[in-house]
């Protein structure tokens, strides 16, 4: 069984309208996902969408790991800090960097681990990308923020030293599918230059207009996996 993990971005797409609820009690609260046959969608945001710094990442993948998901793909909505990294465009990370607070499920326990991205799933989903034409680039060091605020300029001038794009969500689900043992590779959708990268100011409205574009794409390739889940 596969899950995909989607943004904000999917709260208004059509393509999970016929598919079934299911819902799981967790010990960090009660999820509810959709579900077609193996395949299964996730609303990280919840609906009505609360914001990136409130998401219950605990309960999100105690609860996939409780239904016997095997593998994960997540949608990231990101800003670029490199030039040559063009909004519209997609990532897939082979890294994340997250200096701040990382949830855990080893709170009691003595237990670590040592975090990486799943190099071969990840290949896969960019095989998917090329079969699909979607434009996606491979590799990567995807820095995660607390939010819900954008980065400041000089945070990006620091920060694009270190990564290449810039979200509020993917470390915090990596780390906690690594801790369960859950293949997990995550398409970050690049939806903005980041603050102070591109010589036009950053606007909202910016953002929404990429976010609805890329959203094509993604529902391609959601479809796409979900047809040849058995």
Not at 38 to 47: E, M, P
Not at 90 to 95: E, K, S, V
């Amino acid at each position: 069984m596969i899950a995909f993990i989607g943004g904000t971005s999917l709260i208004h797409s059509t393509i999970f309208s016929s598919w079934s609820h299911q819902t799981v009690k967790t010990p960090y609260g009660t999820v509810t996902l959709k579900k077609d046959q193996a395949t299964f969608f996730l609303q990280r945001h919840g609906n009505p969408p609360l914001p990136p710094h409130r998401i219950n990442h605990l309960a999100h993948v105690w609860a996939m790991k409780q239904l016997g998901i095997q593998k994960i793909i997540a949608i990231n909505s990101v800003g670029s800090m490199k030039r040559d990294i063009k909004p519209g465009t997609f990532l897939i990370p082979d890294d994340f960097l997250s200096l701040w607070h990382i949830p855990t499920f080893f709170n009691d326990e003595m237990r670590f681990i040592v975090p990486r991205m799943d190099s071969h799933f990840a290949a896969t989903l960019y095989n998917y990308c090329m079969s699909l034409k979607i434009p996606a680039k491979k590799g990567g060091v995807y820095i995660q923020t607390h939010g819900p605020r954008l980065e400041t300029k000089a945070e990006i001038s620091m920060l694009k030293k270190f990564g290449d794009v810039v979200g509020m969500t993917m470390a915090s689900e990596a780390t906690l599918c690594l801790e369960y043992d859950i293949p997990y590779a995550s398409i970050c959708s690049v939806d903005n230059y980041c603050h102070g990268i591109a010589k036009k100011a950053l606007t909202i409205d910016e953002i929404h207009l990429n976010v609805k574009r890329n959203m094509q794409y993604i529902e391609k390739l959601i479809e796409s996996i979900h047809h040849e889940t058995p």
